[in-house]
C-alpha cells in the first residue's frame, strides 16, 4: 500500500465485551501506536461508545450491517451473511483499504472469513492459529500453532504448521535455528497414535526445519523448544489451560501480599518486578494470535478480550505488517516448495 501508516481493520461487533472494550483498544492503539483503525460494524452502537470530544483523527468507522454470534456455524453463517462485519472487515484488506484485520469474534467465522475471501497461501492445505506462550526462559518464547483453526489434522498438515511457524519463529520472534518440537505423550518415535507416528516421520525427514523430536506437556513450557505443532483440538485446550494458569498465578499473588501498610510498601518495592511477571504469564500481555497460512494478516483474538488484549492485538498487527510476515511466509514457503519438489 502507498500510505506509510499502517492501518488495521478491527471487527468492533467481535467478542464478549463488544463493541466498548473493542472502541477502547482500538482508541488506544491509535494514540500509542500510531495506527489508522477502520472500526467495522454497526455505527450507532460504535459511535455510542466513543468518549465525549474523541479526535477521529485516523478513525474510520465502517458500516457492517451483520455480526456473526458465537453459537453460528462459522461456514454458513459467513455465506448467510455476507455484510457481517468480519466479512466487512476482510473485504477491506482483499481490496488494499487496509494493511489487517484484527478480531475478537468467532474464531472459525474469522478463518472462514479469511479462506474464502483472502484465500490460502501457494502449498497451505489448511491454514493454523500460531499462538505465542511465555517458557521458563525470559525473553525465549515458543510458538505452538495450530490452537484452534483445524480440530482433525492429517500428518501433512503438521508438516506444513512446522515450516510455517519455522518461518514466523525466525524472521519475526527472532530465532535464528528455531528448534521444532511435535506434542506427544511420549519422547520416543513410535509413541502417540497413527497419525502422530507418520507426522514424526514426516518432520524428521524435512530437512528445511530443525525437527528435534517430540515434545511432552511438560516441556512446552521448558524453553527446549522454539515452535511445537499439534491439532486444533489439542492446541486450543492447551492454549485455554495455560491461560488459566497465568489468571491463577497472578491471583494468587495477589492475596499472598502482606496486606496493609506493609504490604503497599512491599507491593511499592516489587512493583518492577510483579509488572514483568504479570507480562510473562498474563494473556492479555500478547493480544492473540496470528493465522498462518492465508492471504493477509489476520490476527484472532480470544472471545474474552477487553481492552488491553485489542489493543496488543492491535500492536501485533502492526509488527506482522512492519515486519513483512506475509511477504516472508509467502517467499519462503515456495522456495521450501521448490527444493522439496
Same mark, same amino acid.
Given at each position: 500500500?502507498?500510505?506509510?501508516?499502517? %492501518? $488495521?481493520?478491527?471487527?468492533?461487533?467481535?467478542?464478549?465485551?463488544?463493541?466498548?472494550?473493542?472502541?477502547?483498544?482500538?482508541?488506544?492503539?491509535?494514540?500509542?501506536?500510531?495506527?489508522?483503525?477502520?472500526?467495522?460494524?454497526? *455505527?450507532?452502537?460504535? &459511535?455510542?461508545?466513543? +468518549?465525549?470530544?474523541?479526535?477521529?483523527?485516523? !478513525?474510520?468507522?465502517?458500516?457492517?450491517?451483520?455480526?456473526?454470534?458465537?453459537? &453460528?456455524?462459522?461456514?454458513?453463517?459467513?455465506?448467510?451473511? +455476507?455484510?457481517?462485519?468480519?466479512?466487512?472487515?476482510?473485504?477491506? !484488506?482483499?481490496?488494499?483499504?487496509?494493511?489487517?484485520?484484527?478480531?475478537?469474534?468467532?474464531?472459525?467465522?474469522?478463518?472462514?472469513?479469511?479462506?474464502?475471501?483472502?484465500? %490460502?497461501?501457494?502449498?497451505?492445505?489448511? @491454514?493454523?492459529?500460531?499462538?505465542?506462550?511465555?517458557?521458563?526462559?525470559?525473553?525465549?518464547?515458543?510458538?505452538?500453532?495450530?490452537?484452534?483453526?483445524?480440530?482433525?489434522?492429517? +500428518?501433512?498438515?503438521?508438516?506444513?504448521?512446522? !515450516?510455517?511457524?519455522? $518461518?514466523?519463529?525466525?524472521?519475526?520472534?527472532? =530465532?535464528?535455528?528455531?528448534?521444532?518440537?511435535?506434542?506427544?505423550?511420549?519422547?520416543?518415535?513410535?509413541?502417540?497414535?497413527?497419525?502422530?507416528?507418520?507426522?514424526?516421520?514426516?518432520?524428521?525427514?524435512? =530437512?528445511? $526445519? =530443525?525437527?528435534?523430536?517430540?515434545?511432552?506437556?511438560?516441556?512446552?513450557?521448558?524453553?527446549?523448544?522454539?515452535? $511445537?505443532?499439534?491439532?486444533?483440538?489439542?492446541?486450543?485446550?492447551?492454549?485455554?489451560?495455560?491461560?488459566?494458569?497465568?489468571?491463577?498465578?497472578?491471583?494468587?499473588?495477589?492475596?499472598?501480599? *502482606?496486606?496493609?501498610? %506493609?504490604?503497599?510498601?512491599?507491593?511499592?518495592?516489587?512493583?518492577?518486578?510483579?509488572?514483568?511477571?504479570?507480562? %510473562?504469564?498474563?494473556?492479555?500481555?500478547?493480544?492473540?494470535?496470528?493465522?498462518?497460512?492465508?492471504?493477509?494478516?489476520?490476527?484472532?483474538?480470544?472471545?474474552?478480550?477487553?481492552? @488491553?488484549?485489542?489493543?496488543?492485538?492491535?500492536?501485533?498487527?502492526?509488527?506482522?505488517?512492519?515486519?513483512?510476515?506475509?511477504?516472508?511466509?509467502?517467499?519462503?514457503?515456495?522456495?521450501?516448495?521448490?527444493?522439496?519438489?
Amino acid at each position: 500500500m502507498g500510505s506509510t501508516c499502517v %492501518r $488495521i481493520a478491527i471487527d468492533a461487533m467481535g467478542g464478549d465485551h463488544a463493541p466498548n472494550e473493542i472502541v477502547a483498544g482500538a482508541l488506544r492503539a491509535r494514540e500509542e501506536l500510531g495506527v489508522e483503525v477502520l472500526l467495522v460494524g454497526d *455505527p450507532q452502537q460504535i &459511535e455510542s461508545k466513543l +468518549p465525549p470530544k474523541t479526535n477521529l483523527a485516523h !478513525v474510520e468507522i465502517v458500516t457492517a450491517e451483520e455480526a456473526i454470534a458465537m453459537d &453460528e456455524e462459522p461456514l454458513s453463517a459467513i455465506r448467510r451473511k +455476507p455484510k457481517a462485519s468480519i466479512n466487512v472487515a476482510m473485504d477491506l !484488506v482483499k481490496k488494499q483499504q487496509a494493511d489487517a484485520v484484527v478480531s475478537a469474534g468467532h474464531s472459525g467465522a474469522a478463518m472462514a472469513a479469511a479462506l474464502l475471501r483472502l484465500g %490460502r497461501l501457494p502449498g497451505i492445505d489448511r @491454514p493454523a492459529i500460531g499462538a505465542v506462550f511465555p517458557t521458563m526462559v525470559a525473553g525465549k518464547p515458543v510458538l505452538v500453532l495450530d490452537v484452534g483453526a483445524n480440530v482433525d489434522c492429517r +500428518p501433512k498438515f503438521l508438516e506444513q504448521f512446522a !515450516v510455517m511457524g519455522s $518461518i514466523y519463529s525466525q524472521y519475526v520472534l527472532g =530465532t535464528p535455528e528455531p528448534k521444532v518440537g511435535l506434542l506427544n505423550i511420549g519422547e520416543e518415535d513410535c509413541k502417540g497414535n497413527d497419525a502422530a507416528v507418520r507426522a514424526h516421520q514426516l518432520l524428521k525427514e524435512k =530437512t528445511q $526445519i =530443525t525437527f528435534i523430536g517430540n515434545a511432552e506437556g511438560r516441556d512446552v513450557l521448558s524453553g527446549h523448544f522454539d515452535v $511445537i505443532v499439534c491439532d486444533g483440538f489439542v492446541g486450543n485446550v492447551l492454549l485455554k489451560f495455560a491461560e488459566a494458569v497465568g489468571e491463577i498465578m497472578l491471583q494468587i499473588m495477589r492475596e499472598e501480599l *502482606p496486606q496493609g501498610v %506493609r504490604g503497599q510498601i512491599g507491593t511499592a518495592i516489587l512493583k518492577p518486578n510483579l509488572r514483568r511477571i504479570k507480562q %510473562r504469564v498474563d494473556h492479555a500481555e500478547h493480544g492473540g494470535a496470528l493465522l498462518l497460512g492465508v492471504g493477509g494478516i489476520c490476527i484472532i483474538s480470544h472471545g474474552s478480550s477487553q481492552a @488491553p488484549s485489542i489493543f496488543n492485538a492491535i500492536r501485533m498487527a502492526k509488527e506482522a505488517v512492519n515486519n513483512q510476515v506475509l511477504q516472508r511466509i509467502q517467499s519462503q514457503y515456495q522456495s521450501v516448495q521448490q527444493e522439496s519438489g
